[in-house]
């Protein structure tokens, strides 16, 4: 079965530490997301990519870097990560040629910096 | 600024009744709406989508209207059991494929309860 798998499903840093979070589809899917999502708003998309070893900007790409080192995997890396970035991470994939770009969502990573 | 704006924030049901979820957007142009269900600590799940001007969808017991000229959709949920109990996300998609960009409502919260 299609699925777009996410580790860890939640992690603790430090301030100032290094976080990377991994995403795996078998979807077959060229698109891949990295979304955030913060308690009353929306999801908001950081990274995407529609290419392995190509990655695009989102909305809020600061303070975030993107890894996609094949179609299957893409990262997301907070090389210094700080007190604002803790929240829910989401990644998706979607596939150029469905119905209405539906993109398939991970089950989220629960990201808290202390 | 917001673009998707749903209502009510949070909804409580009880077992067997009916609800109707509001989604408000100034997203242009609005090429379809998705409605998504995100279980707690899960991903995004599509419900359907919406594509046409005047449009109506019907999936099992969620059914949902859309007016673009209006920019405003509906999720109905009929005889609403305890597993419906989720967030529901309303998700305006500027393009039709792959290469547009997705605008997010924060969701509106639904319990039900026995």
């Known amino acids: 079965e299609a699925a777009v798998t996410q580790s860890p499903r939640s992690k603790v840093a430090v301030t100032g530490g290094k976080v990377t979070l991994s995403c795996h589809q078998t979807?077959?899917?060229?698109?891949m997301y990295w979304y955030r999502q913060d308690t009353g708003h929306g999801l908001r998309l950081i990274h995407y990519?529609?290419?392995?070893?190509?990655?695009e900007k989102g909305d809020i790409p600061d303070g975030y870097k993107a890894s996609r080192p094949s179609q299957e995997n893409f990262s997301l890396i907070l090389e210094l990560a700080s007190l604002s970035q803790t929240a829910v991470y989401f990644c998706?994939?979607?596939?150029?040629?469905?119905?209405?770009?539906?993109?398939?969502f991970g089950p989220g990573t629960r990201l808290t910096v202390l | 600024k917001t673009q998707v704006e749903q209502s009510p924030q949070s909804l409580v049901v009880r077992q067997g009744e009916n609800c109707v979820l509001q989604?408000?957007?100034?997203?242009?142009?609005?090429?379809?709406l998705r409605w998504f269900k995100q279980d707690t600590g899960k991903g995004l799940v599509s419900l359907t989508v919406?594509?046409?001007?005047?449009d109506k969808t019907s999936n099992g017991r969620y059914s949902a209207t859309l007016d673009k000229d209006a920019k405003h959709s509906t999720l109905h949920i009929t005889a609403t059991l305890l597993d419906d109990t989720a967030t529901y996300i309303c998700?305006?998609?500027?393009?039709?494929?792959?290469?547009?960009?997705?605008?997010f409502g924060a969701g509106t919260q639904l319990i039900v309860i026995p």
């Open positions: 998700v305006v998609g500027d393009r039709g494929s792959a290469l547009g960009r997705l605008h």
């Open positions: 989604c408000n957007y100034s997203v242009t142009p609005d090429n379809h």
């Open positions: 979807n077959n899917h060229d698109y």
């Open positions: 990519s529609y290419v392995a070893d190509s990655t």
């Open positions: 919406l594509v046409d001007q005047k």
């Open positions: 998706a994939s979607s596939g150029l040629g469905d119905n209405y770009a539906e993109q398939f």
